[in-house]
């Protein structure tokens, strides 16, 4: 295990590092560590490893949403309100719509097949936006318009909808029937999960002002109490809807809310985590890409995998539509909306694991959704946003630095 670390560290940061020299994005380069390393090529990471990545990404994302939380500003997300929650789902309804639209045309499948097809390709990644926000909000790109913190808020619950709708459609696929009750549980999800996170930050808020103990231990403290709230989710399925990524989230914004300067240094403790994890996050993301999959899909799943992102792009542009902001800063929305890795990567291959017959070609279409759209929504965003978005005055970027 030790060694099979080593390489990923030290290879991912290498090629990430040598990407953006390149002035590419250095997640490209962990991805692409992560393929070569994985078992579907060198075969050089240990199994042990392989079989708790999924733990290691979600404490990965959780550090990274613990930190959007730590940063992001209540007021500023209040500002742009309909757009943010309309991001939330509506361009996973477009995407799924041209999936049920195109597949069966251009793949031969069935209109359910499609659907199931639609709910995996529908999310977008946190793991790449979600970084790229933070750095934005940093540099003070679109922070008066409150872009970067529109589009934090809609990633952290378009996933929570779209695995609803897919655990939907599966369980549709296997003869289980559809409850339209199971739709309920996405806004009851998000209350429950906000809800419980912002209780939790005031919580440690009141807590840290009466104990005393170094900032290094309160991160300690989070890092658990985040741990915890992400758990609380596998064990409240059946009984409760609830977010526990958007509980994670809620936790930083809380604790922010309360006590801004404790807040502030926090998140510059997590800024310094992330290095080790953002490598972590992205070479295992990549390690569960299997690259012949991409081979035998053909020029048919290319052309539908650009056809929904067309449809992605015009949920976005709706999402917008009528809002202060000027074209060039729409175009940049839907560019961000572009990117897909972590929840492809994690539920591509359930349908193949359950027996179902489109298992195969979800899995391919997914890989290939990977492949394809977290290079270009990186890249675009990395080259696009100086040109795109505009930058707030001085005094505001340092107050947020």
């Not at 729409?330 to 560019?335: E, S, T, V």
Request: net charge positive; with cysteine.
């Amino acid at each position: 295990m030790l060694i099979s670390l080593a390489l990923i560290f030290l290879t991912g940061m290498c090629l990430g590092g040598l990407l953006k020299r390149l002035r590419l994005p250095g997640l490209l380069g962990m991805l692409f560590t992560g393929m070569v390393l994985g078992p579907f090529v060198l075969d050089l990471l240990d199994p042990s490893i392989l079989g708790i990545s999924a733990d290691l990404r979600e404490i990965a994302l959780v550090i990274i949403l613990t930190r959007a939380g730590l940063s992001l500003e209540l007021e500023d997300l209040k500002k742009v309100g309909r757009p943010a929650v309309l991001l939330c789902f509506v361009p996973a309804c477009f995407e799924m719509a041209g999936m049920a639209l195109l597949a069966p045309r251009l793949l031969g499948v069935s209109l359910l097949d499609a659907a199931i097809m639609g709910a995996v390709v529908g999310a977008v990644s946190p793991a790449v936006i979600v970084p790229k926000m933070l750095s934005l909000m940093e540099e003070g790109y679109g922070v008066k318009q409150g872009i970067p913190q529109m589009i934090l808020a809609g990633v952290s619950v378009d996933d929570v909808f779209v695995i609803v709708m897919f655990s939907a459609f599966t369980g549709l696929a296997q003869g289980e029937g559809f409850s339209p009750v199971s739709l309920f549980q996405v806004p009851v999800s998000i209350l429950t999960g906000a809800a419980a996170g912002a209780a939790v930050g005031a919580v440690l808020a009141a807590f840290v002002k009466r104990v005393h103990m170094r900032d290094s231990a309160k991160v300690v403290v989070l890092l658990s109490l985040s741990f915890l709230l992400v758990s609380a989710e596998d064990g409240l399925k059946g009984w409760l809807p609830f977010s526990g990524l958007l509980a994670v989230m809620s936790l930083g914004l809380g604790l922010q809310r309360r006590n801004r300067e404790l807040a502030v240094r926090l998140s510059g403790k997590y800024s310094k985590l992330w290095v080790a994890s953002e490598v972590l996050l992205f070479v295992l993301v990549g390690a569960m890409v299997d690259p012949s999959y991409a081979l035998q899909a053909g020029g048919a799943a290319v052309i539908l995998i650009f056809g929904v992102l067309l449809f992605r792009v015009a949920g976005v542009f709706l999402c917008v539509l009528g809002t202060a902001l000027n074209g060039r800063e729409r175009l940049f929305c839907m560019i961000a909306y572009l990117p897909k890795a972590t929840v492809q990567a994690a539920i591509g291959g359930v349908p193949l694991a359950m027996g179902l017959g489109c298992g195969q070609i979800v899995l391919t279409v997914a890989v290939l959704a990977i492949l394809i759209t977290a290079p270009l929504g990186a890249i675009g965003m990395e080259v696009s946003y100086r040109r795109l978005l505009r930058r707030a005055a001085g005094p505001e970027v340092e107050n947020r630095s």
